[in-house]
């Protein structure tokens, strides 16, 4: 019998990123290399691991703007495009490199890859992929949960009709794709405030996962830490994060990503090859970007890099899934003996960690998972929910509002690079409010500027901006997207309360900003 349970969680998510009215738009590859690098190489994964008889199991949420972009006719046909682009680039490396052996077999190996992804996307799975996730929760390996509908950073939200917009909405699109109603939410950013609670029971949602210390902080303190979940005096379960697997896995200095032996994602092609060679594949601007052709390996610390090998990388892969394996062991026997019900370790991280970021991620979680099953008998994985059930005892406690991110108390999203935006925010939900409020019955035009004006606001309120705003990435992005979407809200309000909608600007702003499509704005009455 197992002493106690893993369970990974994986989150999904990517701001909405679609622009019509641009040809080639550079931060839709925000989507094309998430496929390319971490979705389809998941599915990679648990199609094998099922092939093989393995018994995983892993839960996963897919945020509303992901779904809504994977299901995109025009991204999709963009998908097809960016794979034709990087096929003929790795067509031209293969003869460029032929007479260097280690980066020719490197060319063909992206080049097989791309392929097989193309054959993937277009033939296998008919460009559905969501289908293909859909699949593995029915097979009862993979536990999908929801998130709120663009990703809004609830704790700084102040009008609670807009955080219930938001989960309401984030379920209903979650059973719009998967067609039953989720058990569990990730919440944006891990942000935990209790005003949530109500509004998740509201929705049916079971449980919800946080950051470590929302659990340890918790009132009463948890006998046990994070390792058995606590109920809320709401009747909601709450998971809290394990400090020490994260670190093993997330960390680019402490953890398994930044060994020497890993692919190096800061060299690509793109920034090194002659100008006149690569001008073709990266932006139309002239501006060099990532292509996703990287030929080294992070080598050390000195700058110096050497050839990427991936059969030096796949070895390390197995020595860290059993590192990770075994520290889960030694973790579990500690715990079981110390507690009268069976530990769990929850180990949360992004999704796009796996693949994009730290390209060997899946074969690791492949490995880790294969070990897992046939190597110990130590722990079991588990989902989040088949941990419920099992362990249907849990001490009442209320979380201590939290987030993940530096310091864990909402300073990414709230701090002298983007505390500005909020304001607008505020003020855009009361009047969001007051627009469903005094339009009880409205159809035709009026109707559509409504649903519209919700759309805008919600797009708004994703957590991505704010946060861009604070890493220093894409800011000038990330700043245009914000006051795009309030200023097209504050356009709607005033032409819907002065009943002169401008039609022609409705519907080009609707085609553009085509999110939620069935959302009707009497969600924020």
């Not at 996963?60 to 995109?72: A, C, E, G, Q, V």
């Not at 390996?297 to 890099?305: E, L, S, Y």
């Not at 419920?388 to 530096?406: F, K, L, R």
């Not at 990414?412 to 505390?419: A, E, F, G, R």
Request: net charge negative; with cysteine.
């Amino acid at each position: 019998m197992a002493k106690g349970y893993v369970a990974l969680v994986l989150h999904a998510h990517l701001p909405y990123v679609r622009h019509p009215e641009h040809d080639n738009f550079l931060e839709e590859r925000w989507l094309f290399e998430a496929i390319s690098e971490t979705y389809i190489p998941l599915l990679n994964t648990f199609e094998s691991l099922s092939n093989e008889g393995v018994d995983y199991k892993v839960t996963m949420s897919i945020t509303p703007p992901l779904l809504s972009m994977l299901s995109d006719s025009l991204l999709q046909e963009r998908y097809i495009r960016y794979l034709e682009k990087l096929i003929s680039l790795t067509d031209k490396e293969i003869e460029r490199t032929k007479e260097q052996q280690e980066f020719n077999l490197l060319a063909k190996m992206y080049n097989d890859k791309y392929r097989n992804d193309l054959y993937i996307f277009t033939t296998k799975y008919n460009r559905d992929l969501i289908s293909v996730f859909k699949s593995f929760q029915d097979s009862g390996k993979l536990e999908l949960i929801a998130s709120a509908a663009t990703h809004g950073f609830l704790p700084l939200m102040e009008n609670s009709n807009a955080i219930r917009a938001q989960v309401s909405t984030g379920v209903k699109v979650y059973e719009k794709y998967f067609g039953c109603k989720p058990k569990g939410i990730w919440l944006p950013e891990c942000g935990y405030t209790p005003m949530v609670e109500n509004i998740l029971k509201e929705n049916a949602i079971e449980y919800f996962i946080t950051e470590s210390h929302g659990i340890l902080f918790a009132d009463p303190k948890p006998v046990f830490g994070t390792y058995s979940p606590i109920v809320t005096p709401a009747g909601i379960v709450a998971f809290g994060r394990d400090i020490e697997s994260s670190r093993q896995v997330w960390s680019a200095t402490e953890g398994y990503p930044g060994d020497f032996d890993y692919r190096e994602f800061y060299k690509d092609i793109g920034y090194e090859l002659d100008y006149d060679y690569i001008k073709d594949y990266i932006s139309p601007d002239g501006q060099r970007i990532q292509t996703g052709i990287k030929y080294f390996r992070i080598t050390d610390k000195t700058g110096q890099k050497q050839p990427y090998n991936p059969i030096w990388a796949h070895n390390k892969v197995d020595i860290h899934a059993s590192n990770f394996m075994f520290n889960r062991q030694k973790q579990i026997e500690f715990l079981s003996d110390k507690m009268d019900r069976p530990p769990i370790v929850v180990c949360p991280y992004d999704a796009e960690l796996f693949g994009h970021w730290w390209y060997e991620g899946p074969y690791w979680l492949y490995s880790l998972f294969k070990k897992t099953y046939y190597d110990q008998n130590t722990f079991k994985l588990i989902t989040l929910s088949e941990y419920m059930a099992e362990n249907p005892v849990m001490q009442v406690s209320s979380p201590c509002p939290s987030t993940w991110g530096h310091k864990g108390y909402n300073e990414v999203w709230l701090n002298t690079s983007n505390d500005w935006i909020y304001r607008h925010l505020h003020k855009s939900a009361d009047r969001m409010v007051e627009l469903a409020n005094s339009n009880l019955y409205a159809e035709g035009l009026k109707k559509d500027a409504l649903n519209q004006a919700a759309r805008e606001l919600l797009l708004a309120q994703s957590s991505d901006w704010a946060f861009i705003m604070k890493a220093g990435t894409v800011v000038p992005y990330a700043i245009k997207r914000t006051k795009d979407h309030v200023s097209r809200f504050t356009k709607l309000y005033h032409d819907i309360k002065e009943n002169s909608i401008d039609e022609e600007w409705l519907r080009d702003i609707q085609s553009k900003d085509n999110i939620f499509p069935e959302l009707d704005y009497s969600i924020y009455r």
